[in-house]
């Protein structure tokens, strides 16, 4: 296989979460996801990372979780204030539902990505007799020492 754009070709589009195979949704599609939410009474909240390792399952919150929120509006307030503020980071929304007791994550889709996606770096390493192990390393960490992103 030749490749004549090494650059298009190295394009990578996070895939994580519901929606993640099509193409990004418009505010009024996010809108109709979250009258669904609403209309389930599922607690929604918002969450941002630079770093979106599939393993990394703690992104960080934006402001609290809307609990019992009624109105479209205010959710997509705070959506909007997120991505003014975070521009170069990933952005999803996630819907919690806690009929059974505890919170369990029913919904959660990705809504505002970097400009450019940075992607993932495979890491061989040896280990006991010779067996190779292999990990994926986040290009958006590697720039910055370890303990120094937060």
Same mark, same amino acid.
């Given at each position: 296989?030749?490749?004549?754009?090494?650059? +298009?070709?190295?394009?990578?589009?996070?895939?994580?979460?519901?929606?993640?195979?099509? =193409?990004?949704? %418009?505010?009024?599609?996010? %809108? &109709?996801?979250?009258?669904?939410?609403?209309?389930?009474?599922? !607690?929604?909240?918002? +969450?941002?990372?630079?770093?979106?390792?599939?393993?990394?399952?703690?992104?960080?919150?934006?402001?609290? =979780?809307?609990?019992?929120? &009624?109105?479209?509006? *205010?959710?997509?307030?705070?959506?909007?204030?997120?991505?003014?503020?975070?521009?170069?980071?990933?952005?999803?929304?996630? !819907?919690?539902?806690?009929?059974?007791?505890?919170?369990?994550?029913?919904?959660?889709?990705?809504? &505002?990505? =970097?400009?450019?996606? =940075?992607?993932? +770096?495979?890491?061989? *390493? +040896?280990?006991?007799?010779?067996?190779? &192990?292999?990990?994926?390393?986040?290009?958006?960490?590697?720039?910055?020492?370890?303990?120094?992103?937060?």
């Amino acid at each position: 296989m030749k490749i004549d754009n090494y650059k +298009e070709y190295r394009k990578v589009r996070l895939t994580q979460g519901t929606f993640s195979f099509l =193409p990004d949704l %418009t505010d009024e599609q996010i %809108t &109709k996801q979250i009258e669904y939410a609403i209309s389930q009474k599922w !607690a929604v909240n918002i +969450e941002y990372t630079d770093d979106p390792h599939p393993r990394n399952n703690y992104w960080e919150l934006w402001g609290l =979780p809307l609990f019992d929120v &009624k109105d479209t509006a *205010s959710v997509m307030y705070e959506i909007n204030s997120c991505r003014q503020q975070c521009p170069n980071y990933y952005v999803k929304i996630n !819907a919690f539902d806690n009929t059974r007791g505890i919170e369990s994550c029913v919904l959660s889709f990705i809504i &505002k990505r =970097p400009s450019v996606e =940075p992607g993932f +770096e495979l890491v061989r *390493s +040896e280990d006991i007799s010779r067996n190779q &192990k292999y990990c994926f390393r986040s290009y958006a960490t590697s720039n910055q020492p370890e303990g120094s992103r937060y």
